[in-house]
C-alpha cells in the first residue's frame, strides 16, 4: 500500500504560480511513477503530467511550458510547479502513484484562479 498526501493548493491571481507536493508513504519501493491530476467542477479527471523513478517525464499538451513536475527522491516527494495559471486551471488536483499493479490517489488538493 502506498499513501499519498498533497499540499500547496490555494487561491492564487490569474498569471500567478502555486507549487504543489505529494508526500509518498508505505510500500514507496515498489512505484513506478508519481503523478498529477486534475478535476474541475463537472468535467472528468485529466492527466497532467508524470514523472518516472528513474526521472523521466510526460506531460498533458495543456500543461507543457507552463508546468513542471520533479521530483526529491530522499523525501519522497513529487512536486508540480505551476507557472502562469489560468482561471480555468481551477480543479481539485490529485497526486497518484502506480506500482504497476495498483494506482493510487491522494486526497485532492484544491487549486482556484481569479480572474
Known amino acids: 500500500q502506498v499513501q499519498l498526501v498533497e499540499s500547496g493548493g490555494g487561491l492564487v491571481q490569474a498569471g500567478g504560480s502555486l507549487r504543489l507536493s505529494c508526500a509518498a508513504s508505505?510500500?514507496?519501493?515498489?512505484?513506478?511513477?508519481m503523478g498529477w491530476y486534475r478535476q474541475a467542477p463537472g468535467k472528468q479527471r485529466e492527466f497532467i503530467a508524470h514523472i518516472e523513478t528513474g526521472g523521466r517525464s510526460l506531460y498533458a499538451l495543456s500543461a507543457k511550458g507552463r508546468f513542471t513536475i520533479s521530483r526529491d527522491n530522499a523525501k519522497n516527494t513529487v512536486y508540480l510547479q505551476m507557472n502562469s495559471l489560468k482561471p480555468e486551471d481551477t480543479a481539485v488536483y490529485y497526486c497518484?502513484?502506480?506500482?504497476?499493479?495498483?494506482?493510487?490517489w491522494g486526497q485532492g488538493t484544491q487549486v482556484t484562479v481569479s480572474s
Open positions: 497518484n502513484a502506480e506500482d504497476g499493479d495498483s494506482g493510487y
Open positions: 508505505g510500500s514507496i519501493f515498489t512505484i513506478d511513477h
